[in-house]
């Protein structure tokens, strides 16, 4: 496979993936990204010194891999506007949510291999997590599309099957956790904290609690117990968090996006 990459739709996470495969050794030479509005190209070009086009079907011309960040709404007429250009031995990554397998089949010229990428936020400063499935994809191709992704943090493989649940979990879960972190910081100043402390409070106390368990590696349920004093004030705390019912609404917030990724799916 050549190393000529075309990022269509460098957004959010186009963008994090262009910046990762910089960081991975890509040459900037050998990357072009699309976007719809100048203001995003010009960005583009001056940040990463990378090529900018609106025109697609240009893009993906000699193209190797090619990688697919528009919205899932947007996907199929892209497709369709790149299927009779893209080259024959190129290999299509998308990170769309939801969309099956199928619909890239359905859409691209047969034996096109394909490869489901489930990335997340963090990616943008290589503290990412992304799940890549293959469907029709080499060893060898799996391997490109993981080194792909090794500048934006850790990879993964996974079951095409699992991945509307792997989207539930790391794809949304940067939200889950600056929901938490929102919400800490406002207790703090219903306590009268100010907003700057509270917030400070809040986030250093999320850096830190996720180091420790990264670094630590003990279970989380062996360090919240450490913190947790008998008929202490933590105790009292978690009572709270359980009456309100947080455990169990984890679980249907990890439903809920999963089902959703579903119903984007078709
Ligand atoms: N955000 C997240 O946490 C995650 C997102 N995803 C998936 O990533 C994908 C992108 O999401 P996100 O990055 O947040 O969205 P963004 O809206 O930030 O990015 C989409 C980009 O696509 C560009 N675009 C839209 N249509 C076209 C087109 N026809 N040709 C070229 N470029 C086009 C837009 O350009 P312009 O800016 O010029 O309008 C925009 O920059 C989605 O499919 C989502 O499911 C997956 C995992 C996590
Ligand atoms: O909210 C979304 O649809 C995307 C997919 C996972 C994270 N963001």
């Keep these: 496979m050549n190393q000529r990459l075309a990022v269509l739709g460098a957004g959010n996470?186009?963008?994090?993936?262009l910046a990762g495969a910089l960081s991975a050794g890509w040459a900037a030479s050998d990357v072009v990204a699309t976007v719809r509005t100048e203001a995003k190209a010009q960005h583009l070009r001056k940040t990463y010194q990378?090529?900018?086009?609106s025109d697609n079907v240009a893009a993906v011309r000699g193209a190797g891999l090619v990688l697919v960040g528009v919205k899932p709404k947007?996907?199929?007429?892209?497709l369709d506007e790149i299927a009779t250009a893209i080259d024959p031995e190129a290999v299509v990554v998308t990170v769309a949510a939801g969309l099956p397998s199928s619909f890239y089949k359905q859409r691209l010229p047969a034996g096109t291999p394909v490869v489901r990428a489930v990335p997340n936020t963090p990616a943008a400063i290589g503290a990412g997590i992304t799940a890549i499935a293959g469907i029709g994809a080499t060893e060898a191709d799996l391997e490109a599309v993981e080194h792909l992704f090794t500048g934006t943090g850790a990879v993964v493989r996974a079951a095409e099957k699992d991945l509307n649940a792997v989207s539930a979990i790391s794809g949304s879960g940067p939200a889950y956790v600056f929901y938490v972190?929102?919400?800490l910081a406002e207790a703090g100043v219903l306590l009268g904290l100010t907003r700057?402390?509270?917030r400070r409070l809040a986030v250093q106390t999320l850096l830190g609690a996720s180091r420790?368990?990264?670094e630590s590696g003990e279970h989380p349920v062996l360090l919240r117990e450490k913190v947790t004093s008998p008929g202490g004030t933590t105790a009292a705390a978690l009572r709270a968090l359980d009456d309100g019912g947080v455990r169990a609404s984890f679980l249907a917030a990890a439903a809920a996006a999963r089902d959703r990724a579903d119903e984007l799916g078709g």
């Design 74 to 78: 947007d996907v199929g007429a892209l």
């Design 212 to 214: 420790l368990m990264d």
């Design 13 to 17: 996470m186009g963008e994090a993936v």
């Design 196 to 198: 700057d402390v509270a």
């Design 50 to 53: 990378v090529a900018t086009t």
């Design 181 to 183: 972190a929102d919400a």
